[in-house]
């Protein structure tokens, strides 16, 4: 690894306690009949395997960089976490056929897991050039996710944010692992499990959208049987 690992130690620290702090400071401030949404919202990524994968990933990625790529790579991350979380609404309502698809099929799982885990199967001299495509679908798709899952009450604004930063907490402390477990001496060891989970995360994505679409199809009308439904033939 080029990295210094005092840098990248002294960078994961400093973005776990900006975390922690904005995640605590959330919670402390949040109304009484906003507690229970800030802590939901915080959990949610995690709770979602669609989400919580390829965040972990993101930070296998983001562990990889030079201190200063490491940064900007966080930066990314945030300002297009914050983008998907203030402008969802927007998309959405501006394009309809967009939300239906994204609402009934697993686009943004699949586009999540496929990205980081080419990523994690490309080797480091080529990885470079995709990780700002990574960083930016992980930030636009946790933003997007996380309104998608919003109540969309009066209160949903705590919600939503919490889910941010519960999702950028998943990555600060996958990065802060492999880091700590690189400078442990288990380099080597790290570089195997990064190319199972890229595999497993590529696989995957690519197989639960293809199921997803086979069982969304609708059967061929010329051999599929006459179903009523209130009265309906639906055949026709």
């Known amino acids: ?77 945030a300002t297009t976490l914050s983008f998907g979380l203030n402008w969802a609404e927007t998309i959405f309502l501006a394009d309809k056929e967009l939300s239906l698809l994204i609402l009934r099929y697993p686009v943004l799982a699949t586009a999540l897991g496929v990205t980081t885990g080419i990523a994690l199967l490309l080797p ?43 999702g950028l907490a998943i990555v600060i402390v996958s990065l802060a692992l492999v880091n700590c477990m690189r400078w442990l001496g288990a380099g080597s060891g790290l570089t195997v499990a990064g190319r199972i989970l890229g595999s497993w995360l590529l696989a995957a994505s690519l197989m639960l959208f293809a199921l997803t679409v086979a069982r969304e199809r609708p059967p061929d009308s010329a051999t599929a049987p006459a179903t009523v439904s209130r009265g309906i033939d639906v055949a026709r």
Do not use: K, Q
């Not at 960083?135 to 604004?157: I, K, Q, R, T």
């Open 1 to 77: 690894m080029n990295s210094s690992p005092h840098h990248l130690n002294a960078i994961c620290l400093g973005a776990i306690i900006i975390v922690g702090g904005v995640a605590i400071g959330m919670r402390l401030m949040a109304p009484e009949v906003a507690a229970d949404y800030v802590s939901n919202g915080f959990w949610l990524p995690g709770a979602r395997y669609g989400l919580l994968l390829p965040l972990i990933a993101c930070g296998f990625i983001l562990a990889s960089e030079r201190p200063v790529a490491l940064v900007a790579g966080l930066a990314v991350l």
């Open 124 to 166: 480091l001299w080529a990885r470079g050039w995709l990780a700002p495509v990574v960083y930016a679908s992980c930030g636009l798709g946790l933003g997007l996710s996380v309104v998608l899952e919003s109540p969309g009450d009066f209160y949903a604004g705590w919600f939503t944010w919490a889910g941010g930063i519960g």
